[in-house]
């Protein structure tokens, strides 16, 4: 794998944003603010032409867009190819171990509710190992921004079936194809109790942009499901295939977010394979603000100070600490 770093140069050799001059654009009218949350410290070892390049461009203009400062923001991933993602924002970051992002993630938003706490994963990491911790946090309506990079294959080890794998995928693990139905992230999140969900294809850059901003502003557990190209080892779906397919679905004449079942109806749809040209819906597909509270609207612990600002000199835990003798 070949090194690469971050820098906008780097990003216009990567042949996706080559492909997309929309994205060149947009970073240079930003990039002296969109610098400010580089990383330099650190070389990405992510491909050439990877999705990820797109989708870690697009979180910093959101970023700026939202004018939130990088002290203001803690990413925290799992393990896998997006999960190197805090390596190369300057913000507070963790990488901690797969599929665990989201209990993590939950500790850093209790102690802290004033932090905006982004967690980001892949697909293996979000529905393999991370799938129990993905569907209390749901609904738990945790207060945090869940970006899973969605390329149906497991990236950094070398390309094992995912479970967002289609049904028949052949690969080192499944020679014979996939048996299994594959999980549909967005059906997931819904059924769950998510109450902010979108997908958007990294290649679009002005729409996830915009969707990871809605995201970041929404209080409550949001999920964007990015589409993400992984060029290495599930190059039939790359660039290309989600080109010709993404359309916006705020664009469509019955576009009704705010109602469950209007999205769940195009899931359904989908799943039958019943959407025409086998077009991919990206956008906001459900939020509801006012479906109900986030798990910290129920902690009066912290509903006048985030606890990690709270005075505990007076806190005397030796009793407690006592009975495990
Ligand atoms: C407990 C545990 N099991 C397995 C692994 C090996 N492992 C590392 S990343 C990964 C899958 C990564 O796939 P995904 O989450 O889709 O991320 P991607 O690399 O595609 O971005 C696996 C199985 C691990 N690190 N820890
Ligand atoms: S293996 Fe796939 S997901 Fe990983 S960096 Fe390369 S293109 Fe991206
Ligand atoms: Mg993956």
Redesign the pocket.
């Known amino acids: 794998m070949k090194l690469v770093n971050t820098s906008e140069d780097v990003l216009k050799k990567s042949g996706q944003i080559n492909d997309h001059e929309e994205v060149l654009r947009l970073y240079d009218e930003h990039s002296s603010e969109v610098k400010d949350w580089d990383e330099p410290e650190h070389k990405s070892q992510w491909c050439p032409g990877c999705g990820?390049f797109a989708i870690l461009l697009a979180f910093k203009k959101a970023m700026v867009s939202l004018k939130i400062r990088p002290e203001e923001v803690c990413i925290v991933s799992?393990?896998?190819?997006?999960?190197k993602f805090p390596h190369y924002v300057k913000c507070y970051g963790v990488e901690t171990?797969?599929?665990r992002a989201l209990p993590v993630a939950t500790g850093v938003k209790l102690a802290n509710k004033d932090v905006n706490v982004v967690v980001v994963?892949?697909?293996?990491?979000?529905f393999?190992?991370g799938m129990g911790h993905f569907v209390h946090s749901a609904r738990r309506n945790l207060d945090v921004t869940y970006l899973i990079?969605n390329?149906e294959?497991?990236?950094?080890?070398k390309g094992?079936t995912?479970p967002t794998s289609p049904k028949g995928t052949k690969t080192v693990s499944t020679p014979n194809g996939s048996i299994e139905t594959p999980i549909h992230p967005v059906e997931q999140a819904i059924t769950n109790g998510a109450t902010f969900v979108a997908r958007c294809f990294a290649g679009d850059m002005e729409q996830t942009v915009r969707v990871m901003a809605q995201a970041m502003k929404h209080k409550g557990f949001a999920i964007v499901e990015m589409l993400q190209p992984?060029v290495s080892y599930n190059p039939s779906k790359n660039h290309q295939y989600f080109k010709e397919r993404c359309i916006r679905v705020e664009e469509s004449g019955d576009y009704n977010p705010t109602n469950k079942n209007w999205a769940l109806a195009l899931v359904h749809r989908e799943k039958a394979g019943l959407i025409k040209d086998e077009k991919i819906a990206c956008g906001i597909l459900y939020h509801n603000d006012s479906e109900r509270g986030t798990y910290l609207d129920e902690l009066p612990e912290s509903a006048d100070l985030a606890l990690v600002k709270q005075d505990i000199s007076n806190v005397d835990i030796e009793g407690l600490l006592d009975k495990f003798e």
């Open positions: 990820n799992g393990i896998g190819q997006a999960g171990l797969h599929g994963g892949g697909d293996g990491d979000g393999g190992l990079h390329n294959i497991y990236g950094l080890t094992q995912s992984c």
